[in-house]
């Protein structure tokens, strides 16, 4: 069980890059203990998720059944199935796999974040720690902005078997809740673009002039990634998801932009700062050297009239 031995703690920061590097053969080996505690992270997470699945599915179950029964046109029934043996099986064991993976997401974090600190200066893993909360309330933001369009994209597609009368829909079991599922993992990641934007931005990788010069270009690669984000794919949901996208893409521009004309202004304040010490000392030293001139110049003067007398 070495790989779940504690990582070494990082020396602190002395300015000396030679000081954190590490051999390749170090580098694979703290990744492989790192993937190898994510992995099983991810399967006690199952197990949880195992012994939970019933409470869940129930809950997920009838928040999609109250949707479509609530929209069914009239002469259309719906009603679900399992079309194999082995299906309710795989059922449970995918639901509970997905509960696990988002039961150990926050340690999964972690343990990425552990293995890229040390790599960075103290006072670029400042503002990292900050985004750490605030990259889990927009998780919890775009999964609640999914849950609440949920129903009405449901009622949405459902309405349009008003076409076909006295039809039945049978619905594979379990099939809308993984929708509903991958919806709200689509929906809470997507939400982390202004922190992407944000963290790229603080590292000076990307300025505030660069992202709103391109930012019709920035809006259509996220309806192109929206498109293909969303698991149904259909043009309602990459609505839903790309709007948000490009207003949270234009408030993290305008944050972005702030903090970097925060940063430039105490620059030409350290500048200015720095110029002024400088100017300082250059004026120090050269009332010093002028000090030092006239005692050397009164000496000589003092000697001139002895030398006459002893003559």
């Known amino acids: 069980m070495a790989f779940l031995k504690k990582t070494r703690s990082p020396k602190p920061y002395l300015g000396d890059p030679d000081e954190y590097r590490l051999t390749l053969v170090e580098h694979l080996e703290e990744l492989r203990d790192r993937i190898i505690r994510a992995l099983t992270l991810v399967v006690i997470g199952s197990v949880i998720g195992w012994f939970a699945f ?57 343990e990425l974040w552990g293995f890229i600190a040390p790599a960075l200066k103290p006072s670029e893993q400042v503002p990292f720690k900050k985004l750490g909360p605030i990259s889990l ?75 709103i010069k391109y930012w019709r270009q920035a809006a259509t690669f996220i309806f192109i990634a929206s498109a293909v984000i969303t698991p149904s794919g ?42 002024e010490l400088e100017n300082r000392e250059r004026r120090e030293r050269d009332a010093e050297l002028d000090r030092l001139n006239e005692e050397e110049v009164a000496d000589m003067d003092n000697e001139g009239p002895t030398e006459l007398r002893s003559e």
């Not at 009239?74 to 399992?82: D, I, P, R």
């Not at 459902?158 to 991958?182: C, P, R, T, W, Y």
């Not at 609505?239 to 940063?263: D, E, G, W």
């Open 234 to 275: 259909d043009a309602f949901s990459m609505a839903m998801m790309a709007v948000p996208m490009v207003i949270l893409f234009l408030i993290s521009v305008y944050f972005v932009n702030l903090t970097q004309k925060k940063r430039r202004k105490e620059r030409e304040e350290e500048a200015a700062e720095r110029e």
């Open 137 to 211: 309330i927009l998780f919890i933001m775009g999964a609640a902005f999914c849950w609440v369009i949920l129903p009405s994209a449901i009622s949405f597609f459902i309405s349009f078997s008003a076409d076909f009368q006295n039809v039945e829909i049978k619905q594979e079991a379990g099939k809308m809740v993984f929708f509903v599922l991958k919806m709200l993992l689509a929906f809470g990641i997507s939400f982390q673009l202004p922190l992407v934007v944000y963290a790229l931005g603080m590292l000076e990788l990307l300025t505030a002039e660069t992202l």
């Open 54 to 110: 019933p409470s869940v599915y129930t809950f997920l179950n009838d928040m999609v059944n109250g949707a479509v029964r609530a929209s069914l046109p009239k002469g259309v029934t719906y009603s679900e199935a399992f079309f194999n043996s082995a299906d309710a099986f795989l059922l449970k064991v995918k639901l509970s796999f997905q509960l696990g993976v988002v039961l150990s997401f926050p340690f999964l974090v972690l």
